[in-house]
């Protein structure tokens, strides 16, 4: 091998030995280790965090969905959150149906009214003061009671863990002043997280100067989730008739 090889391919190795590591578990002959102490029960005493999604500024990359793996070392195939894409009808009539293929970001929606902790028989899924739900993996026995009872599919059986694993807004990333991965690496600005509470706050402004678009997910649940939309198609948010809202999307539903 001449030098200048040596020599680049020895920056490379001098450059990786400088990456920093941010996850939240370490590797330990090929098993992660997740939560060695169990989460803060508690949280930031007088704050509601919620976050913003527009739309109309997501262009799925799936940034948010790679920077998220990364940071919480989920499996491969396993994701904390991503984008799917879908089909939506634009019309009831099905001999002259027309679709439209669009994209939507998908995460925990930390609720107000989260069905998942009223089925835990262990007390391990729950909810701090600034309503990030959070799971406690020292408890969590992988019942998947959980899992079911999640209207929004947000919620999976770690298959490293065998715990329950879900979007934690990256609350360790939180009570360090950092915005979640997905946040800080998403393209075209489309996520905003925040405190509700904070009249002065951006996702309240954004809220209230779009209070006419702010939809949810599933609002017949009464779930009231803290994850809100603009530009959210209707058909992910009613029902037409009392039958589910026209769309596809390799049989998932919304």
Request: charged share 20%; with cysteine; net charge neutral.
């Amino acid at each position: 091998m001449d030098s200048s090889k040596r020599r680049f391919l020895g920056a490379i190795t001098t450059g990786a030995a400088l990456i920093p590591v941010t996850g939240v578990g370490v590797s330990v002959a090929g098993t992660v280790v997740r939560n060695n102490q169990s989460p803060d029960r508690h949280g930031s005493t007088g704050k509601r965090y919620g976050m913003v999604i527009d739309l109309r500024k997501c262009v799925g990359c799936q940034a948010c969905t790679v920077s998220c793996g990364i940071e919480n070392q989920t499996p491969i195939g396993e994701f904390r959150t991503t984008v799917k894409q879908y089909d939506v009808s634009l019309s009831n009539d099905e001999q002259s149906q027309v679709c439209q293929s669009v994209t939507l970001p998908r995460l925990c929606n930390h609720c107000d009214n989260p069905p998942c902790i009223a089925v835990c028989p262990v007390q391990a899924t729950f909810q701090r003061n600034d309503g990030i739900v959070m799971v406690d993996n020292q408890r969590c026995v992988g019942c998947a009671y959980c899992v079911q009872a999640c209207p929004y599919d947000a919620r999976f059986i770690n298959s490293e863990t065998m715990t329950a694993d879900k979007c934690t807004f990256c609350a360790h990333r939180l009570e360090q002043g950092l915005l979640p991965a997905c946040v800080e690496t998403c393209v075209g600005g489309a996520r905003v997280i925040g405190d509700l509470n904070d009249a002065n706050s951006t996702i309240r402004r954004i809220l209230n100067e779009n209070s006419n678009d702010v939809k949810v997910l599933k609002p017949e649940h009464g779930t009231q989730p803290h994850v809100f939309y603009l530009g959210l198609e209707p058909q992910f948010v009613t029902q037409i008739d009392g039958n589910a809202a026209p769309y596809r999307a390799q049989g998932e539903h919304v």
